[in-house]
């Protein structure tokens, strides 16, 4: 009888199809070298085959000629990214689908949640074999593969070897039972759940080297474009290059905690459970990881309109694409048409009030452009952008949410961000909020378009759906051209967390620039949100008849984390979770084009953007006072909050 | 095909393997066990078998996947439900982490030595959790540059540049010292 020899490339790609292609046994097939199948078979019972396999070979497996259907695998293919499949349409790409129905069917699926999977195959003359199961074929006589298989018991002998013994052979790669050989398979512990969660990866990734970097990266970005080692010019002080070869050196060393304890009687306090979040591996940890594996994934898989966000998964959503990097990274967005999806005149307002009042009534004041891009940085960008706005109105409305939103990982949308946002703001994002923001995309583009740069009240950034108070805020903000004087205030937000909670209030009042964007209308629409968000610690807000009112003098601004030095920041008080108040964009800066926004101050003559990357400054909820007044601005000093590590990016679904 | 030994395929429990059906099977080796079906298919003939006689719990499970060909004897020693409520509902296969599964899979088994001590696979295990290590044959080959031969102490430490040479002996040297094993087995 002849051989079957493997498409494994195909079975690698849709392990459900499996399809079996004929090979002369005792064969040496070579197809263009790629692929290559050696039998042995007269040496064992079964048979052994080594492939040799290019990754990404069409795989002219077929070197023997049999009847191996292209078609078919290119069907395949595509099912290779699907999460889901369902084991009837696997199997029958360009078959008569699942022939035998339901018993197929089972079949079919029960075998396919066996691969990756530790089995035991008993053979007709007894012997055993633990391997990983990795396919069968199911259309004709179920012949398996097993990866890495050994010997466990073997039947032709007569005494029982113990194991240890079966060990000094290594396991075979890929070893390929016939199906007359084949008595049966064992599979044990098999974890089947019939409502898609089965056979997750136990994430017991202990084995592998993971390093944060690729832990955290995704593995559809190509890897950017090729790095070359600097060399030095020759002006390079000596002595450098073993600086950082050792790490072992330091165990032994030099220990820097102990030299300090003995030099100045300083004991370490560090626990590393304060900074992370201890995992509880409990009885459930596995459903729980797998659970987690599968929202990850579909996240991830997720369509997105965002150029970051899609890049990141692998998207690609630039049809032209001679874009350089400068325009994919760096580029600052016109202020042009995008779909928002309702921002409101006030909203508008607000934010300019809240620029004017920070940034003295400066011309150019630009707002931060919230995080366009994508969905998952996006709170964040906007809670930052708002925090100088000091806006009377706004100040109070800051007041409102003592909800703080918690970075947490995993499962965080916009939810959990806390942001400095207007109680209008707040409401309205609050109408537009839902756990998945669909508008999430347009929001990105509203975003880019609240430039400020136009006094009036355009609806600008619609910020759309999900996202947090926060960048309803900041969009409101930018929107505003507000009278409010710029003076330097303290920024004093207090987060508004994503408010999912927030109530469906209506939109707060529309009103005029007019930075006294009363107080009412903040009050009104505080009121209106929930009150679980007010901050009973915040300072009240007193307005400032003063205030200059703002008016910026170009016309497209592009827009800038307002966070930066504009106010000052008076020692945080320490249980501040804030929501990092502001210049979300800066956290996230390099990545979105709509971020370069440059804070042109009045008062200062740079944009200082001294926000380290990802530094998420604080601002203390009590503070909502931004100061009024007149006062000369002290020295930015820019204090960086305690910075709550959170992860930008936990915006979730977009 | 039709295997030499092959007895009667259809002995014992009649024709129809039912899914559902608890048997007590014997198979032509000579290994007995109960189950209930899961599965069946009269093409390639093979029965899936649910180990065990009661449904109990159905997240994890011991599976037999057995040749129908193989089995001598079966009887029939009662019916229950369907097994896996899975007829009705659609079956969904995660088929990303299936494969993930496996190549983590493939790689444990990669990571066991053949034939090579228990403290030099302990040995192997701990340089692991920091460095890329493959075995080759009995020796250790870090990232495709150093070698570490038998007895694994720093003496037998070949390969790769200068720093990194040096750098895998005081790892090496570290490890020996945590796993508490002398230096000179």
């Known amino acids: ?36 199948v050696l039998i042995h078979w007269n040496t064992l019972n079964s048979f052994e085959a080594a492939m040799n396999m290019q990754p990404g070979l069409p795989s002219k497996a077929s070197t023997n000629g049999s009847p191996y259907i292209r078609g078919e695998r290119e069907g395949v293919l595509n099912k290779a990214k699907s999460i889901k499949s369902h084991p009837a349409n696997a199997a029958s790409n360009g078959e008569a689908g699942s022939l035998k129905g339901d018993s197929r069917d089972g079949l079919v699926y029960l075998t396919t949640c066996k691969i990756g999977h530790l089995v035991e195959v008993h053979l007709k003359n007894g012997s055993v074999y633990s391997g990983i199961f990795h396919a069968a074929d199911v259309e004709k006589d179920f012949g398996i593969i097993l990866k890495m298989a050994s010997l466990i018991k073997d039947g032709g002998l007569r005494g029982h070897k113990t194991r240890s013994e079966f060990v000094r052979k290594p396991p075979s790669k890929t070893f390929i039972i016939p199906a007359d050989e084949l008595v049966q398979v064992i599979a044990k512990d098999l974890s089947i759940s019939s409502d898609g969660m089965s056979n997750a990866v136990q994430s017991e990734k202990s084995g592998e080297l993971l390093t944060d970097s690729s832990i955290s990266k995704s593995f559809h970005t190509d890897q950017g474009r090729e790095l070359k080692p600097w060399i030095p010019d020759g002006d390079v002080p000596q002595g450098l290059d073993n600086v950082f070869d050792d790490p072992w050196k330091r165990g032994r060393g030099w220990d820097q905690f102990k030299v300090n304890e003995s030099l100045f009687g300083v004991k370490s306090t560090f626990d590393e459970e304060i900074y992370t979040t201890k995992l509880d591996r409990g009885i459930r940890t596995r459903e729980m990881e797998e659970r987690a594996q599968r929202i990850a994934r579909e996240i991830e898989g997720e369509n997105t309109r965002d150029l970051h966000v899609a890049e990141e998964r692998g998207f690609q959503l630039n049809e032209k694409f001679d874009i350089d990097e400068e325009s994919k990274y760096s580029a600052v967005l016109p202020v042009d048409a995008f779909d928002d999806s309702g921002f ?27 995080a366009s891009s994508s969905g998952k940085g996006y709170e964040e960008l906007r809670a930052a ?25 995993s499962e965080q949308r916009s939810k959990d961000f806390n942001a400095p946002g207007s109680s209008i703001s707040e409401s309205q994002l609050g109408e537009r909020r839902n756990k998945n923001n669909p508008e999430f995309s347009h929001s990105n583009r509203s975003a880019e378009e609240s430039v400020s740069g136009h006094g009036d009240t355009k609806e600008g950034a619609k910020l759309g759906g999900g996202g947090t108070s926060a960048w309803k805020t900041v969009a409101e903000k930018e929107r505003q051209v507000s009278e409010v004087s710029g003076k330097p205030k303290s920024e004093s937000f207090t987060g508004q967390s994503a408010s999912r909670r927030s109530s469906e209030s209506r939109p707060g009042p529309s009103t005029s620039s007019r930075p006294g964007l009363s107080p009412s209308s903040s009050i009104g629409s505080l009121s209106s949100s929930e009150k679980s968000t007010l901050n ?58 709509g971020q370069q926004q440059m804070i042109y101050y009045p ?20 503070q909502q006072q931004m100061m009024m007044g007149r006062q000369p601005r002290p020295q930015m000093v820019y204090m960086p909050p305690p910075y709550q590590p959170d992860n930008p990016y936990n915006q979730g679904r977009e | 095909m039709n295997p030499a030994n092959a007895t009667a395929t259809e002995a014992g429990g009649g024709d129809e393997y039912e899914v559902g059906k608890t048997y007590e099977v014997k198979l032509t080796t000579g290994i007995e066990f109960k189950g209930i079906v899961l599965a069946y298919d009269s093409d390639p003939h093979v029965i899936i078998f649910h180990e065990g006689t009661s449904r109990g719990n159905c997240k994890s499970m011991t599976t037999r996947t057995v040749n129908a060909s193989f ?22 296969v995660d088929l990303n982490g299936l494969l993930e599964k496996e190549a983590i899979a493939i790689r444990k088994i990669e990571s066991i030595g053949v034939g090579v001590t228990a403290e030099a696979q302990k040995i192997f295990d701990a340089l692991s959790k920091t460095l890329h290590v493959k075995w080759e044959n009995k020796d250790m080959v870090i990232m495709e540059d150093v070698r570490i031969c038998s007895p694994y102490h720093s003496d037998f430490v070949t390969g790769g540049t200068r720093a990194a040479n040096d750098r895998i002996k005081k790892v090496l040297n570290n490890v020996r010292e945590k796993l508490q094993l002398s230096s000179d087995t």
């Not at chain 1, 409101?344 to 919230?370: A, H, I, M, R």
């Not at chain 2, 899975?86 to 969904?92: L, S």
């Open chain 2, 71 to 92: 089995i001598s004897k079966a009887n029939l020693i009662g019916k229950c439900k369907d097994p896996l409520d899975a007829n009705k509902k659609k079956c969904f």
């Open chain 1, 1 to 36: 009888m002849s051989l079957l020899a493997l498409d494994l490339y195909s079975i690698l790609r849709d392990p459900l199809f499996f399809r079996v292609i004929g090979v002369d046994f005792g064969g040496f097939g070579d197809s263009d070298g790629r692929f290559r």
């Open chain 1, 344 to 370: 409101d005149e006030e909203d508008d307002e607000l934010l300019d009030t809240c620029n004017d009042e920070t940034f003295g009534g400066s011309s150019t004041s630009t707002v931060q452009k919230p």
């Open chain 1, 603 to 622: 008062g200062h003559q740079h944009p200082q953007a001294f926000y380290p990357p990802n530094a998420q400054p604080q601002f203390p909820q009590q």
């Open chain 1, 536 to 593: 009973p610690n915040a300072k009240e807000f007193k307005l400032n008849p003063n205030a200059k009112s703002f008016k910026p003098t170009a016309a497209a601004r592009p827009q800038s984390p307002m966070a930066d030095a504009s106010f000052y920041y008076p020692a945080a008080p320490a249980p501040v979770q804030q929501m990092p108040g502001m210049p979300l964009g800066y956290g996230i800066q390099p990545q979105y084009p």
């Open chain 1, 385 to 409: 952008s708002q925090p100088s706005r000091n806006n009377t109105s706004v100040d109070q409305s800051c007041s409102i949410s003592d909800d703080h939103a918690q970075h947490l990982p």
